[in-house]
Every structure is written in structure tokens, then in C-alpha cells.
């Protein structure tokens, strides 16, 4: 499986050549950016989890040299080429895979728009190890006030998509607000992605007019929650719905009754908004005491968004609006869950926004192996999960050369 994995991405993503994009800052390098880079790939791949469980297979013999070549590198290495890796180079990488997949069609839809979520995501706190990144607050502990510090990030990520997508990531800088790191993640990804979306979706905290605007500059639609601190756009929205019948369809056990009206002004952005509101009924059954309870839970969810009505249909931009939670639950979740998402693989503002990107790569790698390249029947048996099992297991294998250590030409 792990000879099928290797040979996968480099056919389908000419891994066998990105993985010398990666660059550093050292002067004269003593062990191959390629190979410190791929060995925390592998670490991220193989769901190791630390650092130190990667030292176990360095340390083994005929374990890890097919993979990274016969000069292994120490983990005090890794991360500190990581804490002087070049960024640019690892999301060029990041940027390479996601293109061959939108080129082999894997990001096709028939909707008139394509869709990603921006959201946040706090990574691990520390009560006694800082760095030059680390946000601070004040937190009361057993009636002590400490300090404690932690790491936040603002990521974007394609909804929609069978695999799930993550373009990039960009840390919340010590004293700044989460919107203005995603104008500057999003700065990156108009640039990096310029075809991949048309509209950017957030939840509340997005609902301003600078961002919203911003996007608009750059040709970008916008859809966020709406709550009720934007008192005057949320009483002239409900002013007008209490006037008009809601559109009512449903889906899967739910019935969704949806208003919907355009032209509001009073939110100061450059362009008027249109207001979507929505009464959402789900019919859950579950088992209470050896029997079959059935329970109806209620929601009401509200959004503004920039796309007018003649271009999406309510029902579409309701969908497009919940499928953001796709950045929560098929992202920060399984990452946190499943990959070691949180763990602090080095203490260093770099080192921590490199392994994530690299951790991003990973993912897509093996997602993409598993839904393209593993035929049903075995996905069908296998969840994801067991598929980096057999890949890990497959380790001590010794039948092959992992295609980028044959490229001899390779720059150091
Ligand atoms: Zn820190």
C-alpha cells in the first residue's frame, strides 16, 4: 500500500518534483531540505503524532531510508529547519496539489458558484512556554490570576468537495483582531487561487462592512451569519419578511421555511445586501429505554450575503450557507481528532505554521489516494483511518525506492 501511495502521488501530483520546491534559510546545509521537509510529511502522513515517535522510526534500521534516502536526519533537525522553512515554498506545494485536482476535474459542480469557508481555530495553550507569536490572556486559577498563552489561526478552506480542501492558513498575530488575519490569509489566497472560488463564506464575526467590501474589491462574493448585534439591518429584514410568505422545501428529515429579500443598505457596505432567514425543523428519532423516541428539534439561523437573488436560488445559498460548517466538522475536527492537528511540534512562530501547512498536504495527499485511487470495495471495508494504518504497517517493507529519491538530478 505505502509503494502504491508513493507511486499515486508522484504520478497524479508530480510529488517526485515538488518535493524539492521546499526551501530554507541555512547557508550550507548539511542534510537535504528534501529530506527533512518529506520526513515531516511522512511524520504528518503516518499520523505519528510527535516528534518523538518519528525519532523511533529514524532511529530504526531499513524503516525510513526508502523514503528519505540512506542520510536520515535527527528530529532536533526537523524542527529547526522547520522554524526557518520557507512558507511560500511549502504552500506553493500545497497550491501544485490542489490545481492538478481541479484540472482532473475533482472540483467540478454544476452550481453557478464555488464556495470557502474562512473560519478560526485556536491550536494549544501553555502555561509556561511562550514564543514571539503567542497570543496572551488573563485567566483565574483557583483564585490566582495567570497568564496563559496560545496559538490561533484563521484557515480557508473549499466546501462542496467530496475531499475536503484546505488552501491555507495564516496565524492571528499577538494583538490583532481574527478578521484582519483572514484579509491578509485571503490577500494570499485570491492570489494563490484565482479561479478556485467566487464567494467566501464566514460566520458572524465576518459580517462587517470593511471585509465584506474587501472581498468585493477582489471579485468575491460574500455569505455570513447574521445575528442579532446588527440590530438595525436584522429589524429591517424582519420588518419586511413579516410581510411575505416564506419559500418551503425539504431536505432529508428537515423542512426548512426560508425568507428571503435584497437591497438592504443599512449595513455601510458598498453594495446592498440581501437578508436570508430560516426556520428549520429536523425529525430525529432515538432510542430512549430499549424504544424508538421521536423528537423534533427546532433552528433558526439567519445570513446577509452579497449575491443577489437572480443569481442563486434561495435553496442554494441556504445549502452554500450550512456547508460551511464543512471547515468545522470535515476539517478542524477530524484534523484535531485523527492528525494532530493541536500538538505543538515545535514551540517556534514558524515552525508551527509550517507543519500545519505540511499537515494540510498530507491530508489532501491521502484523501485524495483513498477516494481517486482505492477502489470501493476496499473503501467500502476501510475507513481512511485503517488506510494510513496499512501505510504505517507497511513501513518495514523493503521492495522499493520512493520515486523522488531516484530523481538524481534533484537540487539540494
Ligand atoms: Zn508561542
New binding site residues.
Given amino acids: 500500500m505505502l509503494r502504491r501511495f508513493c507511486g499515486y502521488i508522484s504520478k497524479v501530483f508530480y510529488f517526485d518534483e515538488q518535493v524539492f520546491r521546499v526551501e530554507d534559510d541555512r547557508e550550507k546545509p548539511d542534510i537535504k531540505t528534501s529530506t527533512i521537509w518529506v520526513s515531516g510529511l511522512l511524520m504528518c502522513v503516518l499520523r505519528m503524532g510527535s516528534l518523538n515517535a518519528m525519532e523511533t522510526e529514524l532511529c530504526m534500521p531499513r524503516r525510513m531510508e526508502k523514503l528519505i534516502g540512506k542520510r536520515k536526519t535527527s528530529i532536533d533537525s526537523i524542527g529547526r529547519v522547520y522554524s526557518v522553512m520557507d512558507l511560500d515554498s511549502i504552500r506553493s506545494v500545497l497550491v501544485g496539489i490542489s490545481t492538478r485536482l481541479k484540472r482532473n476535474k475533482v472540483l467540478r459542480t454544476d452550481w453557478p458558484f464555488r464556495f470557502a469557508a474562512v473560519d478560526g481555530h485556536e491550536l494549544f495553550t501553555?502555561r509556561s512556554?511562550?514564543?514571539?507569536?503567542?497570543l496572551t490572556r488573563n485567566i483565574t486559577i483557583n483564585g490566582e490570576k495567570v497568564t496563559e498563552?496560545y496559538?490561533r489561526v484563521v484557515a480557508c478552506h473549499l466546501t462542496g468537495f467530496k475531499i475536503p480542501i484546505p488552501l491555507d492558513i495564516e496565524p492571528v498575530l499577538p494583538g490583532e483582531y481574527e478578521v484582519s488575519a483572514a484579509k491578509r490569509l485571503l490577500e494570499r489566497v485570491f492570489r494563490n487561487y484565482p479561479r478556485f472560488f467566487d464567494v467566501v463564506v464566514g460566520d458572524a464575526l465576518y459580517m462587517e462592512a470593511p471585509f465584506i467590501n474587501y472581498c468585493q474589491s477582489h471579485g468575491k462574493h460574500v455569505i455570513t451569519v447574521l445575528k442579532e448585534d446588527r440590530l438595525i439591518l436584522m429589524q429591517d429584514a424582519k420588518g419586511i419578511f413579516k410581510m411575505t410568505e416564506p419559500e418551503v422545501f425539504t431536505e432529508e428529515n428537515e423542512t426548512i421555511r426560508v425568507w428571503d429579500a435584497e437591497g438592504f443598505t443599512t449595513a455601510g457596505t458598498d453594495k446592498p445586501l440581501r437578508v436570508v432567514y430560516a426556520e428549520e425543523s429536523e425529525k430525529k428519532r432515538r432510542r430512549v429505554k430499549g424504544r424508538w423516541v421521536e423528537e423534533i428539534n427546532e433552528h433558526k439561523w439567519c445570513w446577509a450575503s452579497t449575491i443577489p437573488q437572480s443569481e442563486l436560488t434561495v435553496r442554494r445559498l441556504w445549502k452554500a450557507a450550512h456547508n460551511r460548517w464543512e471547515i468545522e466538522n470535515n476539517l478542524f475536527n477530524v484534523l484535531v481528532n485523527h492528525w494532530h492537528m493541536n500538538h505543538c511540534y515545535k514551540?517556534d512562530?514558524n515552525a508551527?505554521v509550517a507543519f500545519l501547512l505540511t499537515l494540510f498536504i498530507a491530508f489532501i495527499l491521502v484523501q485524495s489516494f483513498y477516494h481517486l485511487n482505492i477502489k470501493k470495495p476496499v473503501r467500502d471495508r476501510l475507513a481512511i483511518i485503517a488506510i494510513t494504518r496499512q501505510l504505517y504497517g507497511d513501513l518495514g517493507q523493503n521492495t522499493f525506492i520512493a520515486p523522488w529519491l531516484l530523481k538524481s538530478s534533484a537540487p539540494p
Avoid at 512556554?129 to 503567542?134: F, I, L, M, P, S
Fill in positions: 501553555s512556554r511562550c514564543c514571539a507569536g503567542c498563552y496559538h514551540h512562530p508551527i
